[in-house]
T-cell receptor, first 113, second 114 residues
Framework: SQQGEEDPQALSIQEGENATMNCSYKTSINNLQWYRQNSGRGLVHLILIRSNEREKHSGRLRVTLDTSKKSSSLLITASRAADTASYFCAPNRDQTGANNLFFGTGTRLTVIP | GAGVSQSPRYKVAKRGQDVALRCDPISGHVSLFWYQQALGQGPEFLTYFQNEAQLDKSGLPSDRFFAERPEGSVSTLKIQRTQQEDSAVYLC????????????FGPGTRLLVL
């Protein structure tokens, strides 16, 4: 399978707490991307981490990548109600011309005000 | 600037009817992708264009599905003789270049086949 698999499937936290979501994949990758999807909307790109990077930050987001374990994590700090959404990881295959993203079923995050 | 737009946003079709879904990518974006998202699932890849060339259509579920991008900008996904299992959200995405970059998604077209 080329897709990413997110864990847990669902996560419920209080506003202000941190949320951690994990992603595992099976193929070698060029990069791995995280996306957010609010209910009934399209996906919004959050962050892209390349295979030679181990950690990347963007605002309240922190992404790690461990290519030896074929895993990634997304940490959202100081969560807000507006962070309630589904989060997907998408490994991008290490293959010339490969552009397609393969999404898992996502982690459904609920932040309780 | 404008993002990716899709039309219609909602489409109800009777089983057996043909439908056409439109995607307007971000101006100048070379790559265009179509995905199908069933309820409660992640998006699944359907097909990919680089300019007007359809480089990968391995995700199209059957020969009832057809996509085109004749001038390398607007794309149309056509589904012939729709079936109930075709009910899903169809997402279009574009990216500036050719290799593994961030994709910018449209809001999707929600198709319901009765």
């Amino acid at each position: 399978s080329q897709q990413g698999e997110e864990d847990p499937q669902a996560l419920s936290i209080q506003e202000g707490e941190n949320a951690t979501m994990n992603c595992s994949y099976k193929t070698s990758i060029n990069n791995l991307q995280w996306y957010r999807q609010n209910s009934g909307r399209g996906l919004v790109h959050l962050i892209l981490i390349r295979s030679n990077e181990r950690e990347k930050h963007s605002g309240r987001l922190r992404v790690t990548l461990d290519t030896s374990k074929k895993s990634s994590s997304l940490l959202i700090t100081a969560s807000r109600a507006a962070d309630t959404a589904s989060y997907f990881c998408a490994p991008n295959r290490d293959q010339t011309g490969a552009n397609n993203l393969f999404f898992g079923t996502g982690t459904r995050l609920t932040v309780i005000p | 600037g404008a993002g990716v737009s899709q039309s219609p946003r909602y489409k109800v079709a009777k089983r057996g009817q043909d439908v056409a879904l439109r995607c307007d990518p971000i101006s100048g974006h070379v790559s265009l992708f179509w995905y199908q998202q069933a309820l409660g699932q992640g998006p699944e890849f359907l097909t990919y264009f680089q300019n007007e060339a359809q480089l990968d259509k391995s995700g199209l579920p059957s020969d009832r599905f057809f996509a085109e991008r004749p001038e390398g900008s607007v794309s149309t996904l056509k589904i012939q003789r729709t079936q109930q299992e075709d009910s899903a959200v169809y997402l279009c995405a574009s990216s500036p270049g050719q290799l593994g970059e961030t994709q910018y998604f449209g809001p999707g077209t929600r198709l319901l086949v009765l």
